[in-house]
């Protein structure tokens, strides 16, 4: 069983990357109500923008700075512009707006970049392989890791350690409340909107060199990232993270025990956590 | 100090209030009564910003409140203690208080009056579970504790929606007896109750709605003069 070490570290590598695209949809989720099916779009944008600014500069890390930026704006625009407009019209309005932008941007994709795969190359440091405990492992794949347990503490350093924390968290239990109190809660949906895409544009430009950049890649991730924020709750960052290990680590370790099950296998798991806890493993009771 | 003028209210397609009108000088406690779905609670939220009239006007300290959002309501110094109480269950009795605190610092009369040790002293029970989850609290607490978290805002109106509603006779006491000290130190308040016995010891004036329009108004005598009017509106 030597593989089973190199498994796991594929399982926490994409764990990470799963954590990046769900904080933000179920932070967005729990605030306002909204479930995003751009989200994962966003992502796909995110890779995008990174494989056309990474061929024209040939710097990752000014891709991982830039895109998210980018994604933020795109962010708070489709927020105050769009969804703004459709609120008061109920969440089917909501969840068919995003539903089109998602279709949108991914046509928009296709005439842009073409119907086709790309493969993004990153050299340099992060393209090496690391040996330890006699294994040779590719240190993107430990960056990944890296970058998710970075957004995840700060997120909750924000959420727990600063006064715009405590009202993020008031407004995931009562907007409205928080709003009757004196805050400018139409700006803070934006900003958290916005927050949102931008973590997905990172997560995004992280994907790129790890898995290919291609139109149904927003699909691919859209899935597995919505059984993460069922499983681990609606609106719980803590229920994210944890859920984001589950399905990494039984991605990865289904490929190798159960091939032939693995796809059936992270379904199997909601499944499960569904019928024991319906409000997922950190949800609140509605 | 605020003056609500012929105000229509809808919620969706039904229409709520039909040309409400009331009026409250500085330093009122004011109650509203009436039974259950006359539109009492749309009448508060239509003045918070959570409802937005169609028609009417609404002016607090001369300014017009319609059409405004909440949160700026909130900045001009009115506070609102919602019916639910509606605490954040998540949050810690410490960190709701902290929700109530406004950045905003209205000149003159609104001073900081209500500070964190000022509620604490005025609600042992609040500084004992200041680690608390909201969540946690008893009703009578909870009561409490909304009312704290909205004079942490330091209002100069406050409006109350039943804050009564489902406590014990010995906590409804408490509550009542808060509300007194409230409005002692300088508080306008404008106040909805169903319950006439708890409402008559605290209020210097009194509304009655029927159906979305105001049927009575005047002190405690013309009330207990008006036989018909409480027959008809108040008695079950």
């Given at each position: 069983m030597s593989e089973v070490p190199v498994f796991f570290l594929h399982g926490l590598a994409y764990a990470g990357l799963l954590f990046l695209v769900s904080a933000g949809l179920t932070l967005v989720f729990g605030m306002m109500n909204v479930l995003n099916f751009a989200h994962a779009a966003m992502y796909m944008l995110g890779a995008y923008f990174s494989f056309t600014l990474l061929r024209a500069t040939g710097q990752f890390w000014l891709c991982l700075l830039v895109c998210p930026l980018f994604l933020f704006i795109i962010g708070a625009l489709v927020e105050r512009f769009l969804l703004r407009r459709v609120h008061t019209y109920g969440h089917l309005h909501e969840l068919l707006l995003t539903f089109g932008l998602a279709y949108i941007m991914t046509e928009l994709v296709k005439l842009i970049w073409g119907n086709f795969p790309l493969a993004v190359n990153i050299g340099g440091f992060l393209g090496q392989t690391v040996e330890f405990f006699g294994m040779i492992y590719p240190i993107y794949r430990i960056f990944i890791f890296g970058c998710a347990v970075i957004v995840g503490l700060s997120m909750a350093a924000i959420l727990y350690k600063t006064r715009l924390g405590i009202i993020l968290r008031a407004a995931v239990n009562d907007s409205e409340m928080v709003n009757a109190l004196g805050f400018d809660v139409p700006l803070v949906f934006t900003g958290v909107f916005a927050f949102g895409a931008a973590l997905s544009g990172l997560a995004g430009v992280i994907a790129g060199p790890l898995l290919t950049t291609y139109p149904g890649m927003a699909h691919e991730i859209l899935i597995d990232a919505f059984v993460v924020i069922v499983v681990g709750g609606f609106g719980s960052l803590g229920g994210a993270v944890v859920a984001s290990l589950l399905i990494g680590e039984l991605q990865s370790f289904g490929v190798l025990l159960f091939p032939k099950l693995s796809l059936a296998l992270v379904y199997l798991l909601m499944a499960a956590v569904l019928i024991i806890k319906p409000s997922g493993l950190f949800g609140e009771k509605q | 100090m605020i003056e609500v003028e012929d105000i229509h209210s809808h919620y969706g397609k039904s229409h709520i209030l039909h040309g409400v009108s009331l009026e409250l000088k500085e330093g009122e406690l004011v109650c509203l009564l009436g039974r259950n779905g006359v539109g009492k609670s749309t009448t508060l939220k239509s003045i918070m910003g959570m409802v937005r009239p169609t028609q009417g006007s609404i002016r607090f300290d001369g300014k017009e409140l319609v059409g405004s959002q909440p949160y700026q309501i909130a900045r001009l110094g009115v506070g609102y203690v919602p019916e639910d109480r509606r605490?954040?269950?998540?949050?810690t009795v410490h960190e709701n208080l902290m929700m109530g605190v406004q950045k905003t610092k209205r000149g003159g009369a609104s001073e900081r009056v209500w500070t964190i040790d000022k509620i604490y002293g005025l609600f042992p029970n609040l500084r004992e579970r200041r680690g608390n989850k909201g969540s946690h609290l008893s009703g009578g607490e909870q009561q409490m504790l909304t009312v704290a978290r909205t004079l942490m805002g330091n209002p100069k109106l406050i409006l109350i929606d039943e804050p009564t509603e489902g406590l014990a006779p010995l906590i409804v006491k408490d509550v009542l007896e808060m509300l007194a000290t409230v409005r002692k130190s300088g508080v306008t308040v404008l106040m909805v109750e169903q319950n006439f016995k708890a409402a008559i010891k605290v209020a210097d004036r009194f509304y009655i709605m029927g159906k979305g329009q105001m049927v009575f108004a005047g002190d405690m005598a013309a009330l207990l003069a008006a036989e018909d009017v409480r027959k008809n509106y108040l008695e079950v």
């Open positions: - | 605490i954040f269950k998540s949050l």
